[in-house]
Every structure is written in structure tokens, then in C-alpha cells.
């Protein structure tokens, strides 16, 4: 509901975080160092999705260095880890969408999404008009999720 009723638009990249963490809270913006970024989707499928993005503004994998990669992927196992930890899924989709024609919202900076996943956690609601039903305020969530991306939880930047 805030989001439909503001009227503020973000301008730029959502994955690029620039010099200023003063913003990272409202931005949903978890974790940053100098190879990824790690957000939460602020239009989640289900609690818990994840969006993890190169630093570099890159659209495709093959402009990404192999320390690159391996950060990402390194990422990606990190939150199955803090997923598994704190919200209980009982499985996970995790994937890229590359060019808009293959589903990717945003196409000139890669991304993958962890998407954590339950038994029955869809319905009827999304089928009958792109509605979802989330149980918990995605801004509950990500003060849930914000302590495992600090120093003592072994993740040094933000």
C-alpha cells in the first residue's frame, strides 16, 4: 500500500548502491563489498526473496570476471545458509533471467534471484490477477535477515 500510494520514483539502477549507505535501509539494500550487492526484492514472490547483483553494472555473465562469478555464487550459497537460518524454507528456486525476452525485469544489470520456498506457499491469488499474499512486512523481514550480513556473522562491508 505505501508503494501504490507514493509517489517518489527511483531513479537509476536499484543494484547499483554508489557512495551513500545512508539509503540502504529504504532500499532494502542488505549487504555491499566490492564484487556484490544483496538486496531484497521489494516485489516478492514469497518472504525472503532475494536479489543478489554483480558491483560492476553488467548485463550479461560472460562481461563478469571469474572473481566476479565466484563472488556471486559464494553469495548465493551464503543466503541459502541465512534463508535456511532464519525464516525454515523447505526448498529454494534460484536463477537469472537474462534479456527481457527470457523474463528479466531489468536487463542491463544481471541478477540472480533466491527465492526460498515452501510446501503450498502459492494460491489461487497470483492465477486470478498477479496477486500475491505475503505474510510478513518485507520491512519485518529484512530487520529478520539485516544482523546475518554484519562483521560478527562473517560478511565484513555494507
Known amino acids: 500500500m505505501d508503494y501504490i500510494a507514493s509517489d517518489q520514483e527511483f531513479s537509476g ?28 526484492n521489494r516485489y ?36 541459502t545458509e541465512i534463508l535456511r537460518a532464519e525464516i525454515r524454507p523447505e526448498g529454494f528456486n534460484i536463477g537469472m533471467n537474462l534479456g527481457r525476452v527470457a523474463g528479466a525485469g531489468i536487463e542491463d544489470h544481471a541478477h540472480f ?25 518485507i520491512e519485518e523481514t529484512y530487520r529478520r535477515l539485516l544482523p546475518y550480513f554484519t562483521d560478527k556473522n562473517g560478511l565484513k562491508e555494507r
Open 13 to 40: 539502477c536499484i543494484f547499483c548502491p554508489g557512495e551513500d549507505r545512508s539509503e540502504d535501509a529504504s532500499r532494502l539494500i542488505l549487504y555491499v563489498d566490492d564484487k556484490v550487492v544483496v538486496l531484497m
Open 44 to 79: 516478492p514472490y514469497v518472504n525472503g526473496h532475494i536479489l543478489v547483483a554483480p558491483r560492476r553494472h553488467e548485463a550479461d555473465l560472460s562481461a563478469l570476471r571469474d572473481g566476479e562469478l565466484l563472488a556471486l555464487m559464494s553469495m548465493v550459497r551464503r543466503i
Open 113 to 137: 534471484h533466491v527465492v526460498p520456498r515452501w510446501n503450498g506457499d502459492t494460491n489461487f491469488m497470483t492465477v486470478l490477477g498477479e496477486v500475491r499474499v505475503i505474510p510478513e512486512h
